[in-house]
């Protein structure tokens, strides 16, 4: 063997490498059982520790909850009404219009204040132990709606009631529609109050059902009515023919029971007022407004316009009344009052007083009244009373009967109130010493608007008086089959009955017993003694 075959001398070590891990890592290592055993403990802890948490509040829970039947043993609280009220209310206006209308209209007491103690309806209207020497106030008919609002009679730069300002004399609406307390106390729950409040009853408005249904029965096919008809017995036609006065005196008692031309279900009679309203727009000169037949009939015929297209807002019967309301105040005399003819001639009060109520229909209705036209009839009335506040015929005079119309213009162009002086002196010097007594249609026509008007135990005592008289002496023998008068009345022994006939006596009548309903006060007194038991046993 050679050299180089041989083992060297001092050869290096040989170095062999193992895969493993390091002394690091199987330190490491090591410790991996010891972590995980820690995290499982620990958890086990927090989770054991939880559980009993959880335990230990439903356990409290359950302590403090009451059982279950005595929860249903606890009466909750009753709601509080209070806090549940609304400020909606019925509505009783049938015209929609007032908007402003005191929730607390349609209840007893009707003064602004209430005073402790029973209700006197003789005590003195005014203000106790006041100052006798300051002039009269009195209470003004409210503000209504309309162009020329419902019929505020006070003075205003605008003329009397003309005043087109919210708030002030007169006033409007959203709508121009008349305010209930003027016809709208025609129907309805308000017909129903005023007419138990103001002394109607059930026998006086069953003469009224009665005396209206006399009336469709002896209506003309064309619509109109006529004084001296073919339907009438000749001891019941009236001695003139006058088909437009007797029209309106057989529309105006429909009208005022709240009976118009628009279809409703407690209205038979629509058919029968729109033909003869269709008459009354034939009959009228398209030019200068006139319905014909004297002034008189023009007077009634305007009146009956005037209501219906109050009634309804109908503007087809707007241009008609407008005219109507236009002649009369074409056909006034400088002084102030109307005669016979459309002629300007100088006028006497009979004739006057129905021009006046039509010019005051005009205002109620929303129509143009010019202020002129009631001033200068307001000086026609101060020519015709005499210093004992009676009214003559063109002059100062005596007669209850003109005393009557005057007293009405007054109340309604004036606003004459139960404490004006003069109107309490003229109700005391004439009305009050002519009782409803005996037959007078004219005469109680008048008269009992200005004791309605007036109030107190005094419209009480005429009341009771003209509603019995007037129950009792309508026609009411047999039916409507076997008496052809049933409902009406006789014309026989009135002073005024043979100029209009049966027709004439039985349409005042009963615009006399509608009195209650067909325009509502314009002042009010307490009419506590109908309920109030105490001051019934004093009186």
Same mark, same amino acid.
């Given at each position: ?11 290096? =070590? ?7 891990? !390091?002394?690091?890592?199987? &330190? ?9 055993? !820690? ?14 948490? $959880? ?56 003064? @602004?204040?209430?005073? =402790? ?39 205003? $730069? ?31 729950? /308000?017909?129903? +109050? ?24 002896? *209506?003309?096919?064309?619509? #109109?009515? !006529?004084?001296? !008809?073919?339907?009438?017995? @000749?001891?019941? #036609? ?17 009208? &005022? ?10 209205? =038979? ?11 009354? #727009? ?13 002034? %008189?009939? +023009? ?33 006034? +005399? ?38 002129? &036209? ?12 005499? /210093?004992?506040?009676?009214?003559? %015929? ?49 005469? %109680?026509?008048?008269?009992? *608007? ?14 009771? #008086? ?49 009195? %209650? ?8 007194? @307490?009419?506590?003694?109908?309920? @109030?038991? /105490? ?5």
């Amino acid at each position: 063997m050679t050299a180089t075959n041989s083992k060297p001398k001092n050869s290096a =070590p040989v170095v062999v490498l193992h895969e493993g891990p !390091s002394g690091m890592g199987r &330190a490491l290592l090591k410790l991996i059982p010891s972590i995980i055993g !820690s995290l499982l403990l620990h958890g086990l802890l927090v989770g054991g520790f939880g559980l009993y948490l $959880f335990i230990t509040h439903l356990s409290n829970a359950s302590e403090e909850m009451p059982p279950e039947k005595e929860i249903n043993s606890i009466k909750a609280d009753e709601p509080d009404e209070q806090k549940n009220r609304t400020f909606n209310v019925v509505d009783v206006d049938p015209a929609a219009t007032e908007f402003d209308t005191d929730t607390q209209f349609m209840v007893d007491r009707l003064a @602004d204040v209430s005073v =402790p103690g029973s209700v006197d309806p003789t005590a003195a209207v005014g203000i106790l132990d006041g100052d006798r020497s300051a002039a009269p106030v009195t209470l003004p008919a409210p503000g209504g709606f309309g162009a020329t609002g419902q019929g505020g009679a006070l003075e205003s $730069f605008a003329g009397p009631g003309n005043s087109k300002a919210v708030g002030e004399i007169g006033g409007y609406g959203p709508r121009g529609v008349p305010l209930e307390g003027t016809f709208y106390g025609r129907s309805g729950a /308000t017909r129903e +109050h005023a007419l138990r409040n103001g002394g109607g009853t059930d026998a006086s408005e069953a003469a009224v059902a009665k005396g209206l249904k006399w009336l469709i029965r002896i *209506q003309e096919p064309d619509g #109109k009515w !006529s004084l001296n !008809s073919v339907k009438l017995a @000749d001891k019941d #036609k009236g001695r003139e023919s006058n088909d437009v006065a007797a029209t309106a005196f057989g529309l105006l008692p429909l009208l &005022a029971a709240g009976k118009t031309h628009k279809p409703a279900k407690d209205n =038979p009679y629509d058919k029968n007022i729109e033909k003869a309203l269709a008459f009354l #727009k034939r009959s009228q000169n398209a030019k200068t407004g006139y319905f014909g037949g004297g002034m %008189y009939a +023009h007077g009634l015929a305007t009146i009956a316009m005037c209501e219906a297209y109050g009634l309804t807002q109908d503007s087809g019967l707007r241009r008609y009344a407008q005219g109507g309301i236009n002649l009369i105040v074409n056909s006034q +005399h400088e002084g102030g009052g109307w005669r016979y003819g459309p002629s300007r001639a100088p006028g006497d009060t009979s004739v006057s007083g129905w021009q006046i109520m039509a010019l005051k229909s005009g205002m109620m209705a929303g129509l143009e009244v010019p202020a002129p &036209a009631v001033k200068k009839s307001i000086a026609f009335l101060d020519h015709c009373v005499g /210093t004992d506040e009676g009214y003559g %015929y063109t002059g100062p005079g005596s007669s209850p009967i003109m005393t009557a119309v005057g007293l009405l213009c007054r109340q309604y162009m004036q606003n004459w109130g139960p404490a004006h002086p003069r109107m309490r002196k003229g109700v005391s010097n004439f009305i009050m010493k002519t009782p409803p007594d005996r037959q007078n249609v004219y005469y %109680y026509y008048y008269a009992t *608007q200005v004791m309605h008007h007036f109030g107190g135990t005094e419209w009480k005592d005429w009341n009771d #008086k003209m509603r019995e008289f007037l129950i009792k002496t309508q026609d009411s023998k047999g039916t409507y089959d076997t008496n052809a008068n049933f409902g009406s009345w006789n014309a026989a022994g009135d002073p005024h009955g043979s100029h209009g006939g049966r027709l004439m006596v039985t349409s005042l009548n009963l615009l006399t017993l509608e009195v %209650y309903y067909r325009y509502l006060p314009l002042y009010y007194r @307490d009419s506590g003694y109908k309920s @109030d038991k /105490t001051v019934q046993n004093t009186q």
